[in-house]
């Protein structure tokens, strides 16, 4: 027996009256590292035993604050910065709709934490055995006895001396309880092999099982209707025409919705007679005038339409945009020749819109009235 | 721990006289504010006297209802202060007197009592099946029947026990506890129902009455705590109170504390989220004007500093802060009170006056005077009570 290292020794009782009055005494004697075994827990006991008062909720604190704190940056991260998404009209930062999620991630935390910081740092965890394990005593005490335990690394305790005062409490079964010799090596016991092929069975019956019943057993055909339409898409064979298109060529004589036809094809007069400018002079229609210009006139009239093309001679040079005939041509009549073209200049239908031609002509009545400014317009 | 170790050390003691003077003094004070308010401005002086019986209504049915549950659960360890809940329940007595002058002041209160108001009314017609002057009559006496019905039969029971402690009258009133119950589920729902949704007779909230019960639930408990508290401190108390009644206490405050939040939030939450105008105008108006910090201010009277002030273990058990907390949460109670009611009354705009200050004296004033009053021919613990050996030994 020499040879083992003693672990403490134990008592027992039969009521929790008694149990309560030992465990009192016992730390009135002064016993510091002592501990208190019974079935099911003992109000009182905390205050019997002297304990203060546990600094558990201190890690519950902080890991609850960790968590509300992470919940909060999370979503206001999610939904203000990285994916805001308007939702029921919400603001994006929907603070109402945010506390339930903050409580819940504080609780789960909290607990979680609590539980996982009880177990690691108060029980010690990969620390799996205990000198109490498979005793007589634990057999006892976790099924109708009271048991108390003195701790042989307590600075009062001498073998007499904890016998005697489990005797004088009125214990029986004093025992001593020593050390496992297997338990004491100092080998961790979650490198042995046996320990490390036992995770790695279960990490792959679990992943397998989990990869088996997921995909195979409770595989569903994908939500995939939006892909495959029964409807004929543009551009495809189909049978059910002559021609063997999908796509349907209008009816002759169709007009798209908002944009009548040229009316004044090949007669310029009738175009400067009847067609009049769809927009006002304003600053927004000037501005959208001169880019127009700048792009698609200016190369050969140049940019203040003086006939100067930048062109250098690859193309011959119109005429003045200032000159008399131009001058008093009505708006329609500038509409027609930018839409049809005129001599060599090719019809500019195809590169700018109805708005951007008319825009451009107020343009160029502003051009043309920097070079013949009216009396009025000094005052 | 042995059940015979403790014998009970209490020996009657009459209350000090200046406490029954300090409750003529305030409710002197408060009656006569109070009857000068009616003159003065009977509309605002009505809206106060809502608040008065809506704040007695706390706490004597909340009272009743800790004595019920105490019985119903077979809990032990509130047993050696169950008269002080029950001293508390007596003011269920005079809610007939507090509740009168409500009844010649309806058309002031309720929207709804003005009959051609509610002709032109899809809504309020159609609710007036419930909503009308002779049925809330109705209902407000049969609240009164039911609370004072229990309340007499409960309390003799538990008197009776004392001279002969005859252990059957528990069982009895275990049963009318049960019984008591549904009663007053509902009844705490209909009274919330009655006085405090039909102000704004088009609003609607299925989680009032719960909200109401919370604040009703934790006013009566303040009040007991600080009652229990001061009494053991002054030495008129049971000797054997320790700090883990105290701590069941304070937990228990602590509870509801964060159950009166969940249930306000969840008001709050499912109004905001479905946002139909026929129920968010009853928040919009408690965010007019000087409200919003009336509304601000709730949140951190009633759930903050209450929260904070009962978080950590050894606060729970401080008879210095149980009863700082217990008064708190009091003022918070009626705090809560006036942000139900007045917006009503004062659209816009939050009124605090002498008048407001009056009618919480006045409460005060008769709270002291119930119990001194119910204490002088009672012992403050039930002797006679088989759990009350077991309630004194009770350790967490």
Known sequence: MSDKILYGYTGIFDTPDEIILAANKVAEDGYKKFDVNTPYPVHGMDNAMKLPVSKLGYAALIFGLTGTISAVTLMYFLSVFDYPIVIGGKPFFAFPAFVPIIFEVTVLAASIATVVTMIALFFKFPNISHPLHDTEYMKKVSSDKYGILLQADDLKFTEESAKELLAKLGAKDITAIYYDQAEISTEHKIFEPKFISLLIIIAVVVSGSTYFALNKLMFMVPFNWMMEQSKIIPQDNNSFFSDGKAMRTPIEGTVARGNMPYQFKGDPESAGKYLKNTLLPTEKNLDLGKKKYDIYCSPCHGYYGEGDSRLRGQFPNPPSLHSEKVRTWTDGRLYHVITEGQNIMPSYASQMTRKERWATILYLRVLQRSLNAKESDLE | ?396
């Open chain 2, 1 to 396: 721990m042995s059940s015979n170790q403790t014998n009970i050390d209490y020996s009657k003691k009459d209350l000090p006289g200046i406490l029954t003077k300090l409750g003529f003094a305030l409710f002197g004070v408060g009656l006569v504010i109070v009857i000068s308010a009616f003159f003065i401005d009977h509309t605002r002086a009505a809206f106060n006297n809502l608040i008065l019986l809506l704040f007695l209504t706390s706490i004597g049915l909340g009272s009743l209802f800790f004595v019920a549950l105490e019985y119903l659960a077979g809990a032990v360890w509130s047993t050696p202060f169950r008269r002080v809940l029950e001293f508390f329940a007596a003011t269920l007595v005079i809610l007939p007197i507090v509740a009168l002058p409500l009844l010649f002041n309806m058309h002031d209160l309720f929207h709804w009592t003005h009959n051609e108001v509610v002709q032109s009314d899809t809504l309020l017609k159609s609710k007036s099946g419930y909503l009308n002057v002779s049925f809330f009559i109705i209902r407000m006496i049969a609240f009164f029947v039911i609370w004072l019905t229990f309340y007499f039969v409960i309390t003799r029971n538990s008197k009776k026990q004392d001279i002969s402690g005859d252990q059957s009258l528990t069982s009895k009133n275990i049963k009318i506890s049960a019984v008591f119950m549904p009663f007053f589920a509902l009844t705490v729902t209909f009274s919330a129902i009655d006085w405090i949704m039909s102000l704004e007779p088009h609003w609607f909230s299925t989680i009032l009455g719960v909200y109401y019960f919370s604040g009703t639930v934790l006013a009566a408990l303040a009040a007991a705590t600080l009652a229990i508290v001061l009494l053991v401190e002054k030495g008129y108390f049971v000797k054997g109170m320790v700090r883990d009644h105290y701590y069941s206490l304070g937990a228990l405050l602590f509870a509801f504390v964060n159950f009166w939040a969940y249930i306000a939030f969840s008001q709050y939450l499912l109004i905001w989220y479905a946002n139909l105008p026929e129920e968010t105008f009853w928040f919009l108006h408690r965010w007019e004007g000087n409200w919003m910090f009336v509304s601000i201010g709730l949140i951190i009277v009633h759930f903050i500093v209450p929260y904070f002030g009962l978080l950590s273990q050894p606060s729970k058990m401080d008879p210095k802060r149980l009863k700082f907390m217990s008064v708190w949460i009091l003022f918070a109670h009626f705090y809560d009170l006036y942000w139900l009611v007045m917006p009503t009354y004062g659209k816009g705009y939050a009124v605090f006056g002498w008048i407001e200050l009056g009618f919480p004296i006045l409460a005060v004033g008769l709270l002291i005077l119930i119990f001194t009053f119910k204490s002088k021919n009672q012992n403050l613990i039930p002797i006679g009570d088989p759990k009350l050996k077991r309630g004194l030994n009770f350790r967490l």
